[in-house]
């Protein structure tokens, strides 16, 4: 497996993989799945998630505390005595909700509100380019009745930034990311508000594990000391870099997190509602349905076999699609793990999903993004095809095939 076609030398291993892939035997993810990465950090050097010596990734494991070991009714009180904390008495903003009208967003938006009595402003950094249906749920989401505040970056550094992310990194989604990441902790600073509420934690997942037992985020994905606020790296290159690629520092100052000091002279946290509750993203879903408008797209979100997730962005399966490319997962793999832990789908019926959508081309809105990006067909192709780990990918012919598939 980690040995060539002809078996005389190792294969080369990209992004600091585990040279040996190896599949959960309880889900269908890989030991390529990347954990999650501090983004204005990201060089493309990764940290996978974690397998035991059973063959048992750590998402499932976590699962297996959420569904036996935790108490949720601890939790529960726990919420409402953070919530009381921080609830204002005149109608004044309380908490931060950050979103774009996806169902996560709008459920955590209508608990909040309607369940817990809180005051939520809304925040938005926008997608890169609107689907219908993303339009319609976000225009939905707010005739819930929320105040919202969305920030659109200049349009041209922002197209520019996916444009190096993409060719540095193949990581097109990563300005969205930056954004979407600091747009809560910015807003919370400017309408002087302590509390932030995301959706499901990134334990969910299986990595950083150490953070599905405490409700605030690390902020370390948030923050950076004022001393080191040019100590990033976006889109694979330096502050210096990027620069001298002809972008100004205004143009750079909404990807930059807010400063440490501020943060905590402010008391601002972030917490995710899902280590308060047992998150099923399912569940999720036909909550905003019934009670937030939440519409799913009418046909399959191509390189999955679901309706409901990500759907806002068209740049979405493109996100999906690189990450297929680098680590050999893709969006159905994503998908159908999670379902899998939730008992929405056994493991064969989640290898079948995987074995028929994983790594399906995201045609619908190519042309778009090239559009966007501003290269052609050609050097995609190209770019795509750099990033192969050949610990991963094979070549026969003109067609490249993954060396390894869940069975």
Known sequence: ??????GDRPLDVKFGLPRDVKFCKRCVISNQRPASTVEFKNRNAKQAIDFDEHGICAACRYHDLKYHRIDW?????????????????????????????????????????????????????PPNMYTDIGRRNFEAWLDGGYDNVSFHPNRRAHRELTRLAFLNLLHPFQPFVLGQKQIGPKTALRYGVKLIMYGESQAEGGTNMAEAFQPVMDPKYYTLPRAEQHNVSIAGLSWNELIAAGLTPADLANYIPATHEDILEA??????????????????YYYAVENCGFTPNPVRTEGTYSKYSSL????????????????GIGRATYDAAQEIRNHHLTR???????RRYDGEFPDRYFQDFLDYIGIDEARFRQTIDSYRSPHLWRKSGNEW??????E
């Open 348 to 354: 064969e019926e989640g290898v079948a999903l995987v």
């Open 73 to 125: 009714d601890g939790r529960h009180r726990a919420l409402e005595e953070l919530l009381d904390r921080h609830r204002s008495k005149d109608g004044s903003y309380d908490v931060i909700v950050p979103g774009s009208g996806g169902k996560d967003s709008m459920y955590v938006a209508h608990l909040l509100k309607h369940k817990y009595g809180m005051h939520p402003l809304t925040v938005t950094w």
């Open 312 to 327: 806002d962005d068209k740049i979405d399966g493109f996100h999906y699609y690189t990450t297929f490319i680098k680590f």
């Open 401 to 406: 095939q993954l060396r390894h598939q869940v």
């Open 267 to 284: 008391g601002v946290e972030v917490y995710h509602i899902g280590y308060y509750e047992l998150w099923r993203p399912q569940e999720k």
């Open 1 to 6: 497996m980690s040995a060539n076609d002809a």
